[in-house]
């Protein structure tokens, strides 16, 4: 393992793989660099003599500016370089070339009557209103009583949440708008809309809106209203057994990879993610838009500081002017509560060499691969544009997952440097940062982005890539074993 790595060939800094010892010698592409100090892994180390007012550049990218005068084999970190403002006109990388991407790979999944693909056949149970989730726990537990293996379904998922109820405007808009996007999402073979009858969110109102947005299959989704009928438990076990009917003949086929959608995201990153479980993400990235497919990265208080490079990436004027709207929406909401948008990187973050908020939103930027971005939807919205996508969502990973889920991702992908159970609707895969960590909590983690340390990247991104095709493919998922779902609903403004 190489102790020093320059991610870009453009750059002026390394980035230590281990903690590295003050006098040390390190070999750094075949030249000899003297550390003038102790560097903790993950963080930035001068490759020349450079002068305060210089910008440092990772990644190809501007990060900051020098605020002191730096000497070859010295830290760079929050005492000698800031956020300064700079032009970055020339940071700016142009569209990269993706044809070596190109594969004719395909995945196994279920082609829907709408024409979208599903990489699951599931059951979604969704409540109108979060009062009457107790119920749907009896609901299941009958059916799976009649149906150990879950029947015609791979899975049942409960899209249990607290709200439906006492909310106003936009904010009740927002909720209504994400459990219909769950509802008419490809992985559910069946779905059973449940509601109480005298909450905010009135069924009529459920159904209207499915209607505009994809129209309603009566043999795939059933509406219950609780408060109308004598025996809910008994009406739902008819409408359950009528949706495993439906879905009985489901099968799955070959489809292309320009029908996956995949959602990307960073949940509180290592010193080493840039270094692995990050490029192995921005290397599915490239592929599944090479081939044309649609990714969706979002989190966009950690990626507001490179607003300006993302608008200048954008592949059309379109594109670039979704992207601005999205961050200004979003902005203009943090603005309502005197906050930034934003992200500065934490203490935590710095000693993981995290210097500046630019260098966080480069390296968030480093999951979603080279493409440039196609478009930039806001909260709520499905997914439309093949290739890269920004999404709208406040980097909080229970409602970025949701929303990519909501957006139509078929699954999500995630980096990580914590070992955490969370997921959402969709399959979620974990992928570790450092093998310590994936070998701590095998039954968490789906792949071990450590051995990006150890092992030839062009090898370990393969079997990443094809890892992932056979989780779209039908191979379950960590969550999925454990039956962990969930859903995360963006919360905003008062209740009534």
């Not at 009557?113 to 609901?139: A, H, Y």
């Not at 979002?298 to 709207?325: C, F, I, M, R, Y």
Request: glycine letters at 8%; hydrophobic letters at 40%; proline letters at 4%.
């Amino acid at each position: 393992m190489e102790k020093l790595v320059i991610l870009n060939d453009s750059d002026n800094v390394a980035i230590a793989t281990t903690d590295l010892a003050a006098k040390d010698t390190v070999n750094v592409n075949d030249r000899q660099l003297n550390l003038l100090a102790a560097v903790p892994v993950g963080n930035k180390v001068a490759l020349t003599d450079l002068a305060a007012g210089e910008p440092i550049v990772k990644f190809g990218q501007h990060i900051g500016t020098l605020t002191a005068d730096v000497k070859a084999g010295q830290l760079v970190d929050e005492h000698n370089l800031s956020d300064a403002a700079e032009d970055d006109a020339e940071s700016t990388s142009p569209a990269a070339d993706l044809s070596k991407y190109l594969t004719k790979q395909t995945f196994m999944g279920y082609r829907r009557k709408s024409g979208k693909v599903g990489i699951r056949n599931d059951l979604f149970i969704v409540p109108t209103v979060g009062c009457i989730t107790p119920l749907m726990d009896v609901m299941v537990q009958q059916f799976k009583a009649a149906h150990p293996d879950n029947g015609s379904f791979d899975n049942i998922i409960l899209l249990k949440h607290p709200y439906g109820c006492s909310q106003l405007g936009e904010d009740f808009e927002q909720t209504r708008q994400i459990l219909c996007d769950a509802a008419l999402h490809p992985n559910a073979g069946g779905v059973l809309v449940f509601g109480l009858g005298c909450e905010n969110n009135q069924m009529d109102g459920m159904k209207e809106t499915i209607e505009k947005m994809a129209g309603i299959d009566p043999d795939r989704m059933k509406f219950l209203v609780a408060q109308e009928v004598k025996n809910e438990f008994a009406t739902a076990q008819e409408m359950l057994e009528e949706l495993n009917t439906a879905a009985a003949n489901d099968h799955r086929e070959p489809v292309p990879l320009s029908e996956l959608k995949v959602g990307l995201q960073s949940v509180q990153p290592a010193a080493v993610s840039p270094l692995t479980a990050d490029r192995l993400l921005g290397h599915l990235a490239n592929v599944i838009n090479a081939n044309g497919g649609s990714t969706v990265l979002t989190g966009l208080p950690n990626l507001a500081a490179a607003e300006d490079e993302l608008v200048k990436q954008s592949a059309s004027q379109e594109a670039a002017a979704d992207v601005q709207h999205v961050f200004g929406h979003m902005r203009d909401y943090y603005a309502e509560f005197d906050q930034q948008l934003v992200n500065e990187p934490s203490a935590k973050e710095q000693a993981k060499g995290i210097t500046t908020a630019k260098e966080l939103a480069v390296n968030t930027l480093q999951m979603a691969g080279d493409a440039a971005i196609s478009g930039a939807i806001s909260y709520g919205k499905k997914v439309s544009a093949a290739g890269l996508n920004v999404l709208e969502a406040p980097a909080n990973d229970l409602i970025d997952s949701s929303a990519e889920a909501a957006a139509d991702c078929q699954l999500v992908v995630v980096s990580t440097g914590v070992a955490t159970p969370y997921a959402s609707f969709v399959p979620s895969v974990k992928v570790a940062a450092d093998s310590a960590l994936a070998a701590k909590k095998q039954r968490w983690f789906d792949f071990d982005g450590g051995q990006a340390l150890t092992k030839p990247f062009d090898e370990l991104a393969k079997e990443f890539v094809d890892d992932i095709i056979a989780i779209a493919s039908g191979k379950e998922t960590s969550n999925e074993k454990a039956g962990l779902h969930g859903l995360a609903i963006f919360k905003i403004g008062v209740t009534e």
